[in-house]
């Protein structure tokens, strides 16, 4: 399929939604098509692991004070949960913004260990959000991924070779670092994910540093250093930022009060939770409220 077929397919498949969808099925497992006619403003939201291709326009993310741009022919590359800031910077009604994407999969990450060279994983140098060209042989392989679509009974037996396929190429890719050294269990960056898992899990409890460090393994001063350079943020900064995105959804469904969503998120003041959360996204969580209902 060349490049332009495949700009092609994705908006006819975009067709059939709404422009206001963010992520378009595919019916492929959990592989996602993007297709903004227009650019957008920042949006603070919450990046899984991650594999984005960009076939057409650009958009770029902000992980802290650092900006990633990737534009048509490179793709971005997450390997952690990272709260960030991103908006599409280049797309037209002619020229939409266009890209592919799906979950990084740590299991078949780490299921692919034996295959790699021991010296590939010893990189000191390694972002959880990075961006690059991206190989022919793994465009080739999403695209295939693609073509899989509206075909159920080929993507069942094909899907997951071809998903093998790709998570191999994304160890193998320049901007692949970070997801190298998550091959090992006990490697800085696996630690990491682990304290951010148990943050993803208990976000709503109060939680200590100490905790957290220990659930990772580490000294409370070597952990807090670590997990900012994965991060770019605090443990405890990363966890209100899990509480405010996870209100603000919330409060988009217009079904609950203010005060019961701060509660919910694990607030204990509604008062301190509106001001957090004003300085957050700019507006007040009741004015997100109106707006919602």
């Given at each position: 399929?060349?490049?332009s077929d495949l700009i ?125 060209q991206t190989d022919v ?18 993507a069942k037996v094909m ?135």
């Amino acid at each position: 399929m060349s490049h332009s077929d495949l700009i092609a397919d994705i908006e006819v498949l975009a067709s059939r939604y709404k422009e206001t969808v963010d992520a378009i099925p595919t019916g492929v497992d959990s592989l996602v098509a993007l297709c903004k006619r227009k650019t957008t403003t920042f949006e603070t939201t919450l990046y899984q692991p991650v594999f984005c291709l960009v076939l057409q326009g650009q958009k770029e993310t902000w992980l802290g004070e650092r900006c990633v741009r990737f534009g048509a022919g490179e793709s971005l590359i997450v390997s952690h949960h990272l709260p960030v800031v991103s908006r599409v910077v280049e797309a037209s009604a002619k020229k939409p913004y266009i890209a592919l994407a799906m979950p990084v999969d740590l299991s078949i990450i780490r299921s692919l260990y034996d295959e790699l060279d021991e010296t590939d994983l010893n990189e000191v140098r390694a972002h959880s959000i990075e961006a690059g060209q991206t190989d022919v042989e793994l465009v080739q392989a999403i695209a295939r991924l693609f073509g899989l679509t509206d075909r159920p009974v080929e993507a069942k037996v094909m899907a997951p070779l071809i998903l093998r396929e790709i998570h191999f190429r994304l160890l193998l890719a320049r901007h692949g670092a970070m997801l190298r050294q998550l091959l090992r269990h006990e490697s800085t960056a696996s630690r990491i994910a682990k304290a951010i898992n148990r943050i993803h899990q208990d976000f709503r409890m109060a939680l200590s540093v100490p905790e957290l460090a220990q659930t990772a393994g580490m000294s409370a001063s070597t952990f807090h250093e670590h997990f900012k350079s994965v991060t770019a943020t605090s443990p405890l900064q990363y966890q209100k930022d899990l509480r405010l995105i996870e209100a603000r959804r919330l409060l988009s469904d217009g079904h609950q009060s203010v005060s019961s969503i701060a509660f919910e998120v694990g607030y204990e003041s509604p008062s301190q939770f509106s001001r957090e959360y004003a300085r957050r996204f700019g507006a007040s969580p009741r004015n997100d409220l109106t707006a919602a209902e």
